[in-house]
């Protein structure tokens, strides 16, 4: 344990940011999950509407800085190609 106090105070706010961040994560993957179970069912209006929603939060997480912007667009594009290719 830190005995500084600012290295105290770095711990806590480290500590805050990493549980935001799993959630973030969590909810991103549980948003593309969405859109692959709706292409599996073959129900194309519930995929579209499941891959907007993951559309969103993957440009919300890339902007936030917890994914690459690189990686957001690449997986817009799997997510995009699986819902045309229905």
Known sequence: MPNIKSAKK???VTAAKA???KSERTSLKTAIK?????VAEGDNSKAGQAY????SSID????HGLIHKNTA???KS?????????
């Open 78 to 86: 799997k997510l995009a190609r699986a819902v045309s290719g229905m």
């Open 73 to 75: 667009a690449r997986r």
């Open 34 to 38: 969405k859109v692959h179970l709706s």
């Open 60 to 63: 919300k997480a890339a902007q």
């Open 52 to 55: 907007l929603v993951a559309q």
């Open 19 to 21: 549980a935001q961040n």
């Open 10 to 12: 770095r711990v806590l």
